[in-house]
């Protein structure tokens, strides 16, 4: 019993602790403030590799909070996949945050600041607690203090079109997480139990499995509108163009990736193997919907005149393919889908940063305006064209790994029609993010746009986009650090 | 007869369609957070009559009180988070509401979208 069994709680309370105190020291030292944001995320990601080998990929570690044994008492239970989703979590916050910590105070100012940085450690810390707990309750609450901390985030810049956009993302957030609300209902009321393992033990036992069903659709309308899946996806391109670039980072890199991994949970640790027949019809529809966001989500995107708004778009194709992993029931299909959680946050988050530094340097937005954009600002160019090309899914990026596993596990699962959605989901990436880039490299500027000398991005905006383009590179290359952990904790869960 | 014994679930229900059929066909948008809570309001409703008993006593076990008897008091710690959760929600909802009206003027769903199609249209040009 050594010290590390505390370690996945404190990585929840201690963000949670430094999100009360400072607005504290934002009343104090105000000019301290940013860096004492980086502090207790710091602290998460120490204890988080920390644990790293002490979580077998076959088994997890359960917390017992107040020492009540758990179908009674609350349950932090940290498997080898939560784990990673911590990690990403964590890292990624801290690289939008190193990035905010310039860039922001351009959009939001005077005494909203210190407003955003406590915001923004909310929201990481409710990403935290979310992938974390074992109770389903708990689920609820933090997906709901990862909502309030993300409609605040995305009003923050206070002008018109942020509010009504976090408005629009507030009205469509606000009767998910009630429909969440209700499922958790159902599902007490049928097993009379909250506690994630107990209820999936108690949920193969169970003779109502009409209440069970549409429990489970509730659930997956609920997680569904919080991910942006294909119907439900209307909040998103407003939502994640209209935020300030960081702030778009965590949404488009995190958040819909977390609500993702709820889903994962839903179905496999609380409806578990055990009651396949049960939630069957509901996966069948699900994979349908995944495949029309991959393919609505690239078209989409191809059409857009606003770089943001291109990249939003790509989010919801991409979300589709996170689906159609789960979806497919194998092995093969969730390591792809949890390794494409990895792949997608690290690429969006940097071209979302790319985006924000060109906002920062020249106040451009359209894509219009990066004909030429290289010669200005080489560094930023660059990591853009490394993270498209892990969003087409191009090796020796990791988006190529994810994709090959994807395919891999509908294959095995005998969708065929899924693996032709996947492909033709590159082509559709390729063709939207090769338009970027032969802008950038291949066209002349526009008269005036680049003409005078303009400077690069400081080196604390363009140390975080590097890190995220270095990093998709890394893992498509040493993949095999990951994949077969990935693939044994797949087939745990299954 | 067992949807008549279990009748207040039906309550439950007819509660959760006025208040998603608000917050769904309305323009207004203060009427539109009204549905919301209606919605929120049905939900808590059916957690309490989750643990509802006839004639029941506080849980607390003192003097050989009945086990039987007693109401479940897990719905009820839940829901008491709940309404916790629903009022913060509100708030942050009605203070987006000043904002929008301060700059645009209008609680008209219709207008605010409108406008933003309008909008679209002028940076395309």
């Known amino acids: ?494 | 007869m067992r949807l008549l014994h279990n009748y207040h679930y039906i309550g439950a229900v007819i509660l959760f369609c006025i208040g998603l059929y608000t917050v769904i066909v309305r323009r207004n948008i203060i009427k539109k957070l009204i549905g919301l809570n209606i919605m929120e309001t049905a939900v808590f409703f059916f957690y309490i009559s989750l643990g509802y008993v006839d004639n029941g006593i506080a849980p607390i076990r003192v003097g050989g009180a009945d086990p039987s008897k007693m109401v479940n008091p897990i719905p009820q710690a839940l829901i008491l988070t709940g309404i916790v959760v629903a009022v913060s929600v509100t708030a942050l909802a009605l203070s987006l509401v000043i904002l929008l009206y301060r700059q645009f003027g209008t609680l008209d769903v219709d207008h605010l979208m409108r406008d933003e199609a309008e909008e679209a249209k002028e940076a395309g040009e």
């Open chain 1, 1 to 494: 019993m050594g010290a590390y069994r505390h370690f996945p709680v404190l990585m929840i309370t201690i963000p949670m602790l430094g999100a009360v105190l400072l607005p504290f020291l934002g009343y104090l030292r105000k000019r301290w403030v940013a860096t004492a944001t980086l502090l207790p995320l710091a602290v998460s990601a120490v204890l988080g590799l920390l644990l790293i080998g002490r979580i077998p990929a076959d088994g997890y570690l359960s917390y017992e909070l107040g020492s009540w044994p758990p179908p009674f008492g609350n349950e932090i239970r940290v498997d080898y996949l939560g784990l990673f989703m911590m990690l990403i979590v964590c890292g990624i916050s801290l690289l939008a945050l190193v990035f905010s910590m310039r860039y922001i105070e351009r959009e939001v100012e005077g005494p909203k600041l210190t407003a955003f940085y406590v915001l923004f450690l909310l929201l990481s810390a409710a990403m935290l607690g979310f992938t974390a707990t074992g109770d389903i309750f708990n689920l609820f609450v933090f997906m709901e203090i990862l909502a309030l901390s993300s409609y605040a985030l995305v009003a923050v810049a206070g002008n018109r079109n942020a509010v009504r956009a976090a408005f629009k993302y507030l009205l469509m957030g606000a009767p998910s997480s009630i429909m969440v609300l209700l499922a958790i209902g159902f599902l007490y009321s049928v097993t009379g139990s909250l506690n994630m393992a107990d209820l999936s033990t108690r949920i193969a036992e169970s003779s109502y499995s009409e209440v069970l069903i549409v429990a489970y659709i509730l659930f997956v309308i609920g997680f569904g509108v919080k991910a942006a899946l294909f119907p439900m996806h209307m909040w998103l391109p407003d939502a994640h163009s209209i935020a300030p670039s960081p702030v778009s980072a965590m949404l488009s890199g995190l958040l819909v990736e977390v609500s993702a991994f709820a889903i994962i949970r839903v179905t496999f640790s609380v409806f578990g193997s055990g009651a396949e027949n049960l939630i069957g019809g509901t996966v069948d529809a699900l994979g349908i919907f995944a495949a029309a966001a991959a393919l609505f989500g690239g078209i989409m995107a191809i059409i857009q005149k606003d770089l943001k708004m291109m990249i939003a778009y790509s989010t919801i194709s991409h979300i589709g393919y996170i689906f159609l992993g789960i979806t497919a029931f194998t092995a093969e299909g969730l390591a792809g889908a949890m390794y494409h959680v990895l792949d997608h946050g690290l690429a969006k988050a940097c071209l979302f940063l790319c985006a924000g530094s060109f906002i920062y340097v020249k106040g451009y937005r359209r894509i219009d305006d990066l004909k030429g954009a290289w010669r200005q600002m080489p560094w930023t160019c660059f990591a853009f064209a490394v993270a498209s090309i892990s969003v087409i899914g191009v090796p020796p990026t990791a988006g190529f790994i994810s994709k090959w596993y994807l395919i891999l596990g509908n294959i095995e699962a005998g969708n065929y029609f899924y693996v032709f959605v996947l492909l033709s989901g590159s082509i559709l990436a390729a063709v939207y993010c090769f338009r970027v880039i032969y802008y950038m490299f291949f066209q002349p500027p526009k008269e005036g746009a680049w003409e005078s000398r303009t400077n690069e991005a400081s080196p604390s905006m363009l140390a975080p986009i590097w890190i995220l383009s270095f990093g998709t590179l890394f893992f498509g290359v040493f993949s095999y650090l990951l994949i077969p952990s990935l693939l044994k904790a797949a087939a745990f869960l299954l």
